[in-house]
């Protein structure tokens, strides 16, 4: 039970930590006012996890790829392809922001 409420935990501060790097960059590239930043940031990263996930649920059925509908992890059962939609749809924000500070750092 521990490891299952410390997990939900590290899945939240993940989450927050991106939404805020998404508000960060959709405050840095547009220069319009936004309403709610936060909403803004949270459409944007469930509309990223469902494309991921669209994506992914197709290269499985065009590749044939049998996967378990449900994996139970930690007595959650989850779907695995929405599982790593949703981790990789949190990445892009980190990876973006390494890659701008790794490309202007070049520019020097």
């Known amino acids: 039970m521990m490891s299952l409420v410390l997990l939900l935990a ?4 993940f989450f927050t930590i991106a939404l805020k790097l998404r508000m960060r960059s959709n405050a840095y590239w ?3 006012t936004i309403s709610s930043p936060l909403a803004e ?13 669209l ?3 197709m290269l499985v059925s065009f ?4 996967m378990p509908q449900k994996v139970n992890f930690l007595d959650m059962l989850l ?5 790593l939609s949703i981790l990789l749809a949190c ?8 890659l701008r500070r790794i490309l202007s750092e070049r520019g020097r």
């Open 91 to 98: 990445l892009q924000p980190l990876v973006l922001l390494c």
């Open 10 to 13: 590290g899945l939240a501060v």
């Open 55 to 57: 994506s992914l649920v």
């Open 30 to 32: 547009r220069e319009e």
């Open 41 to 53: 940031a949270m459409s944007q990263l469930v509309g990223i996890a469902g494309g991921i996930y």
């Open 79 to 83: 779907d695995p392809l929405a599982l």
């Open 63 to 66: 590749l044939g790829i049998e």
